[in-house]
């Protein structure tokens, strides 16, 4: 009885519904922005969708970018592949080689007649997701690279006036901030292998792995423990370790806690922590941003870094209205004014030059002290076959095996030689396992 | 009994019927992500399913020759056998504690079994904040005995570290069995001995450890299921197999290597490879440890 009473109920709701559904299309975006990062993500959508009345770009947060790359997997091959995904940089290779799986953002662009320029991004943001033969195949949305914080306090109780600007300065400067008292640390750091190898790497121009870091080919292999100068790096940083010049912080960022709590008195990570670390920082001490320091000894001029961060993959499987409307919103999403916005919100560096050239008329360069090293950074000179970033399969597991090499190399259990070795090793391993899969 | 047993006969669909919802789970949640499994195992799989290929037992060889699988063996090994022995020797000490106690032994009870009904992750994010290098109210503690806590870099303490998180939650468990073995026991038989002249920790090892051998068995066959699966979501939110591997188990190699590398052949073969082992774990305790238990 009760549920034949119900029944209008739920037709009419049903109905209700589903001519809601005709009256707009629906475009699905899985992200993995948490926190205030995804409440900025929501109203970046909400603003396209009062923009116009034909589609609806719904955003979910997946959790995690490793939880969300996997829920898109799963998805795709159960056929309920979501419109939209981001895909952390380490994940692009991935991406590239599941060419049925993917829509290539510049054939969307063309498909469906949208004005798409490559050349509008930034040089280093560009390379990074173009494919081998030119194409660009995803959208930039937020990228980052590496700098160097430190703790304005603890440099002046020590003595030091100026930030250092190589890694012989950094452990003279790691050392004294030690010794002095100043801070019970001199330097940590968050995401190991981003920052004290694949960018060590970049601006030292020395290669990280072999065809470009495999930008030329899906047969690279790792060689940065061939390379002298990579491998003096991790020996000094381990040698630092014994006097708590340098203080290994574990994996993905949490290491930053030991330079918010004022433990450390540098961190080198991403530059989007500069809000996170602004808050905890607050009524505690003072801090400042500079670039990441260079080796002398490897290059004369230190060169652009590279970038971490997302980009935005259309995955196939949707209608041809539903793809219109996603290039609508890639349109909208790299315009200046959602860029500008989002980079001075989060920390993240504009994607586009134009986007840079609105932030630099409004001010915020100079009304936000050190937010420009990133820019600078990531855009100092034209990159070379070492500094384009890197193009390697299986790399969140590549990463994985550098955390956990670097570690013996830090408790002393293995030599900077012996841990780089196997580590490169294992890797290459990775990398086999990868091309055989793909090569299917 | 005759009567019941034809009753069965004449309805052979109603049991079936009873047992339908279950065997739905089983089939569902187990057999067929098991046969799924086992097929993946014998192919070469790109992450999306796009492609896949027949490779026979080349994933097997590939696990089985990669020094990676057998360090994670070992390290699996060391760490069942000081969680099994710790959580249950443990859990043993406390519920014969707690059988004796006479004044609020529901309390004690209850309070000695609450770790259980924590979730494995939240144990192990309540033990990571403790033991945080850097904020840590243990590691402060620890720092004024002059040790000086790491787990983030000292694979010692890492192992220390997801050893004391995994007993502490499944020393809950045991407690309960154990203290239910205890309370089985017919006092006659304690009181016959004390009047005899034997003292506590004769009347311990001569007439209570043996009565408990059935409990003790049983709990032996669940601890291991425990430490080879369940303790993934505890080292997952503390050391992540780190550091070097230091505390990397067979299943969190598992995980890594199928859903963070996505090497779906390869895992697979390891997950092949782990169903085996348990099944020879509880054959080897059923066939040689049950002869010794006294029911």
Not at chain 1, 80 to 97: K, R
């Amino acid at each position: 009885m009760r549920l034949v009473q119900l029944l209008p109920f739920v037709a009419v709701t049903a109905l209700s519904l589903s001519t809601s559904a005709q009256a707009a299309t629906t475009i699905t975006w899985w992200h993995a922005m948490e926190g205030a990062l995804g409440e900025k993500v929501n109203a970046i959508a909400d603003e396209f969708n009062a923009s116009q009345d034909d589609y609806v770009v719904k955003p979910v947060y997946k959790g995690s970018y490793s939880d969300n790359l996997t829920a898109t997997i799963a998805a795709f091959r159960a056929g309920q592949a979501p419109a939209i995904t981001q895909v952390f940089e380490v994940g692009t290779a991935t991406m590239m080689s599941a060419k049925g799986a993917i829509y290539p953002v510049y054939q969307l662009m063309q498909d469906t007649g949208t004005p798409f320029d490559p050349d509008a991004f930034l040089p280093a943001v560009k390379s990074y997701y173009t494919s081998s033969d030119g194409h660009m195949l995803s959208m930039p949305f937020n990228s980052s690279t590496p700098v160097l914080y430190y703790n304005q306090d603890a440099f002046a109780k020590a003595g030091i006036e100026t930030p250092p600007r190589t890694w012989a300065e950094l452990g003279r400067d790691a050392h004294k901030l030690v010794e002095s008292g100043a801070a019970e640390c001199g330097l940590t750091t968050a995401w190991p292998s981003w920052t004290q190898l694949e960018n060590f790497s970049a601006i030292n121009d020395l290669p990280f792995a072999t065809q470009a870091n495999g930008f030329n080919g899906s047969d690279a292999r790792l060689v940065f423990d061939q390379q002298p100068a990579t491998v003096a790096h991790i020996q000094d940083l381990a040698e630092w370790q014994k006097s708590h010049a340098f203080e290994y912080g574990g994996r993905a960022d949490s290491g930053t806690k030991r330079f918010q709590s004022g433990r450390c008195a540098m961190l080198t990570t991403s530059s989007a922590s500069r809000a996170g670390i602004q808050e905890a920082a607050k009524g505690k001490f003072g801090f400042a941003i500079a670039p990441l320091p260079y080796d002398a000894e490897a290059v004369s001029q230190p060169r652009n870094s590279i970038i971490g961060g997302a980009s935005l993959w259309v995955m196939q499987g949707q209608s041809d209205t539903v793809y219109q409307g996603v290039a609508e919103f890639l349109n909208f999403l790299s315009s200046p004014a959602v860029q500008a916005d989002w980079a001075s919100f989060t920390g993240y560096v504009p994607i586009t030059t134009a986007a840079y050239e609105q932030l630099k008329a409004e001010g915020f360069y100079t009304k936000t002290p050190g937010a420009s090293v990133a820019i600078d950074q990531l855009t100092r000179g034209t990159p070379d076959d070492n500094g384009r970033g890197l193009r390697l399969g299986n790399m969140p597991q590549i990463r994985n095996i550098i955390a956990e090499q670097l570690e013996k190399a830090f408790n002393g259990s293995e030599t900077a030689t012996q841990a780089l070795t196997t580590a490169a090793k294992r890797g290459n391993a990775e990398l086999e396992q990868f091309e055989r899969s793909v090569s299917n | 009994m005759p009567i019941k047993m034809t009753t069965f006969e004449r309805h052979s669909v109603t049991p079936w019927l009873l047992l339908a919802p279950q065997l739905a789970v089983v089939a569902i949640f187990f057999f067929w992500p098991a046969a799924e499994s086992l097929r993946q195992a014998f192919y070469v799989q790109d992450a999306f399913g796009l492609g896949e290929r027949f490779v026979g037992l080349a994933n097997f060889q590939h696990v089985l020759s990669s020094p990676g699988y057998w360090h994670a063996f070992g390290v699996t090994a060391l760490f069942s056998l000081l969680v099994a022995a710790g959580a249950m020797g443990l859990a043993l000490l406390l519920a014969v504690l707690a059988d004796r106690v006479l004044h609020g032994a529901r309390l004690y009870r209850v309070l000695l079994t609450w770790p259980y009904a924590v979730a494995p992750a939240v144990a192990g994010l309540l033990w990571l904040f403790m033991f945080d290098p850097v904020l840590g109210v243990l590691t402060h503690a620890l720092a004024v005995f002059g040790v000086h806590w790491d787990a983030q870099l000292d694979p010692g303490q890492a192992l220390a570290l997801v050893v004391i998180a995994s007993i502490w939650q499944q020393m809950s468990y045991n407690f309960v069995f154990f203290l239910a073995g205890l309370q089985m026991i017919p006092a006659s038989l304690l009181e016959a001995a004390a009047i005899d002249g034997a003292g506590p920790f004769r009347c311990f090892f001569g007439i209570t450890l043996p009565l408990l051998s059935p409990t003790a068995f049983f709990l032996l066959v669940m601890n291991s299921v425990y430490v080879l699966f369940e303790t993934f979501a505890t080292i997952d939110n503390t050391t992540l197999g780190g550091p070097g591997g230091a505390t990397r188990t067979l299943v969190y190699k598992l995980y890594e290597d199928g859903f963070v590398g996505r090497d779906l052949g390869g895992s697979s073969a390891q997950s092949v490879l782990l169903m085996l082992l348990v099944g020879v774990l509880t054959f080897i305790q059923f066939r040689y440890l049950e002869r010794r238990v006294a029911y």
